[in-house]
């Protein structure tokens, strides 16, 4: 899909026709041949709505870019929006992010920077961010890690999120996420057992502790939380005041380490 198809999809018809009657309507009322026009139709009477409407038509025609030009002022000002909407969480809900205690903690848990992520089992972008993040972790000692299970991509991402949930109550996260993130194949079910198994967890007991309620809300609140600092997709990443989202290299995301590291001191 083009650039401008992208931009033209998100604007239902009712915002679409409302933003081209404003700003078409505002370039007529400054445009000072129109202004003439105006003054002249004025002293002869009040222009009709089908003179004006045929005005605006034979603009457009002329100058069909001005409708891209309108979409796209309008594309970054809402982004610029979400974007300060989702700052203003950062700060608000400061807890949630960083210091939920139903979010599995890896890297140093006394660290002095964390690093969020949401993802899912099944994102073939997770799995290829997962060695840069061990790698990240493994050259400072002092980084904080905090996942957020996000599963977004049906429900077999759904099961492995549970069972991630669940594992951590036998003290076997971090051995139990590794091993998913580094299967060679889409998580199932079937899967998701087989490596609990393969990873020392007790799955009888699994299977009952991913039922518990606590367990679901937790994945609820992740997905709230994703929808309120504007991550949509998985990979996503909020360190320090910074939300980063899709995979990135380990250049980028060390950089964006010692920025939030430079912010606290």
């Excluded at 309108?70 to 929006?81: K, N, P, V």
């Excluded at 203003?88 to 210091?99: C, G, P, T, Y």
């Amino acid at each position: 899909m083009s650039t401008a198809a992208k931009q033209m999809n998100r604007y239902s018809g009712g915002s679409l026709g409302a933003l081209l009657l404003i700003g078409l309507t505002g370039w007529f009322l400054l445009n000072p041949g129109f202004q003439g026009a105006q003054r002249s139709a004025n002293a002869a009477g009040e222009m009709s709505q089908d003179q004006f409407d045929k005005r605006v038509r034979d603009y457009i025609l002329a100058n069909p870019e001005i409708i891209m030009q309108a979409l796209q002022s309008l594309d970054a000002r809402q982004r610029e929006a979400e974007a300060a909407e989702a700052k203003a969480v950062l700060v608000s809900r400061a807890d949630d992010i960083f210091r939920d205690k139903q979010s599995p903690v890896g890297g140093n848990a006394q660290g002095d920077v964390t690093m969020v992520e949401f993802f899912d089992y099944n994102c073939p972008y997770c799995r290829q961010v997962a060695p840069i993040m061990a790698q990240a972790a493994a050259d400072d000692p002092q980084l904080r890690i905090v996942y957020k299970e996000f599963p977004i991509l049906g429900p077999d991402s759904m099961f492995a999120a549970k069972a991630a949930l669940a594992a951590e109550r036998q003290g076997k996260y971090a051995a139990f996420h590794k091993a998913l993130l580094g299967a060679k194949t889409r998580v199932t079910e079937a899967i998701v057992l087989k490596v609990a198994a393969e990873a020392g967890l007790d799955v009888p007991r699994l299977k009952i502790d991913m039922q518990h309620p606590d367990i679901q809300a937790s994945i609820d609140r992740n997905a709230e939380l994703a929808q309120a600092l504007k991550i949509t997709g998985t990979p996503g990443f909020v360190v320090g005041d910074q939300i980063f989202p899709g995979a990135t290299d380990l250049a980028t995301m060390k950089k964006l380490i010692g920025q939030a590291r430079g912010l606290q001191k």
